[in-house]
């Protein structure tokens, strides 16, 4: 891909922020071939594809079930549930993460209780989470964000001591992992998303949770397929929430190139790393280099309240870019009344910047945001 030194505006966009093409060239031929397969067969809903898909996300992981759902979110909401927690509960997690998190809490009748961020990694501060905890505080939701993984050892330190469970969301950190064990399987359960745009991505929405827990996961399944685990016999309140056939076709092959499209994105970063180091007034958290980071995002800060004039610039010469997260979860109408200020969480989301990252993402578009971006911040 060549990417010339200067774009103007009035020819778009040359380099996106994320392009999952590239990355699906290689693998189309053996993706088309399970979509016939799945046409073939007649079967489209929980068939021998979702069966497949869970037990080779769980050999992967490591774990004894893995549950697919609808998307990510549902992962979150049936996760939580299946660990008991519901009406009158409250859910410890942080702000600074897309706002299907608290959702999740929220639908189940729990009330989310948010703790600032640890502003070297963007993750929940673990020092921040005891004195959140009340009596009926019940979960815990770490959020491994941008494909970094949260500070789980003192989480679960304070967890098991006060009794609760630990729900990790893996949304954006699939084939990640910290201390040499693999995000997923570090909490109580794990929730998954499969939308194009992550890690392990679909061609549509998609999701799962993944636990040891036994009696978790015969709840987990009952509650994605209304509440029964025969058909007709509903014996709770569920939801319609199954993984079809032709999303666990697609990911299936994506599974099997997750952990080298995984090392083409810490690539990526490296190279980031190398051009942005010698940029003057860009912050790039030191922890966010952590071994085990698989870089859904490769975001850095830009202070001085330059951040919306640095990304238009940018984009005037033809680089995407995204801000995950313009406003913390906290901020936003459904949570405002709660009255809380979290200053770490707040200064990220003025401050943050995503670059353009995809595993396949060629050197010299890496070059051209990295040169570009040194004329922005003049």
């Known amino acids: 891909m060549a990417v010339p030194d200067r774009i103007e505006a009035r020819r778009g966009v040359a380099i996106p922020v994320f392009d999952p093409r590239p990355d699906i060239e290689p693998i189309r031929a053996e993706v088309l071939e399970a979509i016939a397969g799945v046409v073939d067969s007649g079967r489209f809903i929980l068939g021998e594809q979702v069966a497949g898909l869970e037990d080779e996300v769980a050999a992967y992981l490591g774990v004894r079930h893995a549950v697919g759902v609808n998307s990510g979110t549902d992962a979150l909401v049936i996760a939580l549930r299946s660990l008991g927690v519901g009406p009158g509960h409250e859910v410890i997690t942080t702000p600074f993460t897309f706002f299907a998190t608290p959702e999740a809490v929220t639908t189940i009748g729990a009330t989310p209780v948010f703790v600032d961020i640890d502003p070297a990694t963007f993750t929940i501060d673990p020092s921040a989470i005891e004195a959140a905890i009340t009596a009926r505080t019940a979960a815990i939701v770490p959020v491994h964000l941008f494909g970094l993984a949260a500070d789980m050892d003192p989480i679960l330190e304070v967890a098991r001591r006060h009794g609760l469970r630990v729900v990790e969301d893996l949304a954006q950190a699939m084939g990640g992992s910290a201390g040499g064990r693999k995000l997923g399987t ?104 952590a071994a085990g980071h698989v870089y859904h995002q490769f975001t850095i800060r830009v202070p001085g309240g330059r951040r919306d004039e640095v990304r238009d610039r940018l984009g005037a010469e033809g680089i995407g870019t995204a801000v995950y997260y313009p406003i913390p979860c906290h901020r936003l109408p459904p949570y405002a009344d709660l009255g809380v200020t979290l200053a770490e969480a707040e200064a990220a989301a003025a401050e943050v910047l995503s670059l353009p990252m995809w595993p396949s993402i060629p050197d010299d578009a890496v070059r051209a945001v990295g040169d570009a971006l040194g004329r922005a911040m003049r």
């Open 186 to 289: 570090i909490g109580d359960a794990a929730a998954l998303s499969f939308f194009p745009t992550k890690n392990l991505g679909g061609f549509g929405d998609g999701g799962m949770i993944v636990t040891d827990d036994d009696e978790a996961a015969a709840l987990a399944r009952k509650l994605r397929t209304h509440g029964s685990a025969k058909k007709y016999a509903n014996e709770l309140f569920g939801y319609n929430s199954r993984l079809d056939e032709l999303q666990a076709a697609v990911l299936r092959v994506r599974l099997r190139t997750l952990d080298d499209a995984n090392a083409a994105r810490r690539g990526a970063a490296a190279r980031y790393d190398e051009l942005l180091d010698g940029i003057d007034g860009l912050a790039r958290p030191i922890a966010a280099r």
